[in-house]
């Protein structure tokens, strides 16, 4: 496994061993050719110690073993990640090119200095995306989840008060400002007291 990083910026590689690189089109050479500085990495142990340093993982790996890598050190440190397609690897990748990965970009052997300049930036960039993508999902995820406890709560109060749906929301409203607490903590507390109190019937 290797790891590298351009002059001004830090970037990653890795490939697998069972990959066999031919000589001036590996990544290690075309990327140390255009001003790249390479962080080496033997092992999973030493990935975890090079991977903070980098600011991009380059990966010279059949993709069915991309999304593993991707899966496993996302922990660690989350950077742009990109796929170093020789001809080698995109023969031993075409039945996964539908699969869903985490790639922020492509890197070829042919690319000229500043393709892969260019290519390494707009990877960078799709990563920040993607970045804020899992943010905005999980907000939205997060707000659904509360909407449910208080759709929940509001629907026993309505059946144990035999008020309405406005008349619920407020009163969660109030016990939740009463309480100095957030409405979905007030309206999960209700929801799970009155399932025990089911339970215990």
């Given at each position: 496994m290797e790891w590298h990083t351009p002059s001004d910026e830090a970037s990653g590689q890795i490939h697998s061993d069972s990959i066999a690189m031919s000589g001036k089109r590996s990544p290690h050479y075309v990327l140390r050719e255009y001003g790249y500085r390479?962080?080496?990495?033997?092992?999973?142990?030493?990935?975890?110690?090079?991977?903070?340093?980098a600011d991009a993982a380059i990966l010279h790996?059949?993709?069915h073993e991309v999304k593993d890598w991707g899966l496993r050190h996302a922990?660690?440190?989350k950077v742009p990640i990109m796929w170093w397609c020789s001809s080698e690897i995109a023969l031993l990748s075409a039945e996964?090119?539908?699969?869903?990965l985490p790639l922020d970009g492509l890197l070829a052997p042919s690319m000229s200095e500043q393709e892969m300049h260019w290519a390494l930036h707009l990877g960078a960039k799709q990563h920040m995306e993607r970045q804020q993508w899992d943010v905005e999902?999980?907000?939205?995820?997060?707000?659904?989840?509360?909407r449910k406890w208080i759709?929940?709560?509001?629907?026993?109060?309505c059946k144990l008060k035999s008020i309405s749906e406005a008349?619920?929301?407020?009163?969660?409203?109030?016990q939740a400002m009463n309480e100095r607490k957030r409405m979905v903590d007030?309206?999960?507390?209700?929801?799970?007291v009155h399932q025990l109190l089911q339970d215990q019937q």
């Open positions: 390479i962080l080496l990495a033997q092992d999973r142990k030493q990935v975890n110690e090079q991977l903070p340093k790996m059949p993709l922990m660690h440190r996964y090119c539908e699969s869903e999902r999980r907000q939205l995820e997060g707000r659904l989840e509360e759709d929940m709560a509001k629907g026993i109060l008349e619920a929301y407020e009163l969660l409203r109030k007030v309206a999960a507390s209700i929801v799970k």
